[in-house]
Antibody, heavy 123, light 109 residues
Framework: EVQLVESGGGLVQPGRSLRLSCAAS????????MHWVRQAPGKGLEWVSG????????GYADSVKGRFTISRDNAKNSLYLQMNSLRAEDTALYYC????????????????WGQGTLVTVSS | DIQMTQSPSTLSASVGDRVTITCRAS??????LAWYQQKPGKAPKLLIY???SLESGVPSRFSGSGSGTEFTLTISSLQPDDFATYYC???????????FGGGTKVEIK
């Protein structure tokens, strides 16, 4: 059974940093691209960032480019999101998500999601 | 960047109704479109990928169609479990971006 478990969320002041982690199990982690997707309270889904299976391809939404950094450790079956210079508008539930396509250097669709970790940016 | 526009934003329907949700892309995305269902407090669930391919385990009352810039998600006979919010999503391999539509909430009439 595929499991994605996020951690690292919490309350943080504007301008500060936070690092999210996602522990993956139940599939061959290093075969798949992974994503972070967020959802602000009462709002829709927003893709944040994606990383290919070998970290060779990385993409970011314009809203986080230059502030957030995605990374993965295939030996630890883990995905990370380093969030710097946080803003109030970054407040959201952050989902870790698995891409559907195996072995691709790009990404396609999301077939598994974690339950999310809540990030609140407020003074 | 490619923008995805869903309509309507809210839809009121009754059990047994045929429901259609539309998603329009600001430029052609071929068939690179997925549909997700999200219930309150839950993570989204993949329903349809590549515009019309039904994800394993998804009931056959869900179907997707379209290509290019206009796509539809159809629920042939709405069931109580189908009241939820639906999102379309496109991917762009050239820019390495995923983009979601704004969502369509299907409510009980």
């Amino acid at each position: 059974e595929v499991q994605l478990v996020e951690s690292g969320g919490g309350l943080v002041q504007p301008g500060r940093s936070l690092r999210l982690s996602c522990a993956a199990s139940g599939f061959t982690f290093d075969d798949y691209a992974m994503h972070w997707v967020r959802q602000a309270p009462g709002k829709g889904l927003e893709w944040v960032s994606g990383i290919s299976w070998n970290s060779g391809s990385i993409g970011y939404a314009d809203s986080v480019k230059g502030r957030f950094t995605i990374s993965r450790d295939n030996a630890k079956n883990s995905l990370y999101l380093q969030m710097n210079s946080l803003r109030a508008e970054d407040t959201a539930l952050y989902y870790c998500a698995k891409d559907m396509m195996e072995g691709s250097s790009s990404w396609y669709y999301i077939d598994y999601w974690g339950q999310g970790t809540l990030v609140t940016v407020s003074s | 960047d490619i923008q995805m526009t869903q309509s309507p934003s809210t839809l009121s329907a009754s059990v047994g109704d045929r429901v259609t949700i539309t998603c329009r892309a600001s430029q052609s995305i071929s068939s690179w479109l997925a549909w997700y269902q999200q219930k309150p407090g839950k993570a989204p669930k993949l329903l349809i990928y590549k515009a019309s391919s039904l994800e394993s385990g998804v009931p056959s009352r869900f179907s997707g169609s379209g290509s290019g810039t206009e796509f539809t998600l159809t629920i042939s006979s709405l069931q109580p479990d189908d009241f939820a919010t639906y999102y379309c999503q496109q991917y762009n391999s050239y820019s390495l971006l995923l983009t979601f539509g704004g969502g369509t909430k299907v409510e009980i009439k």
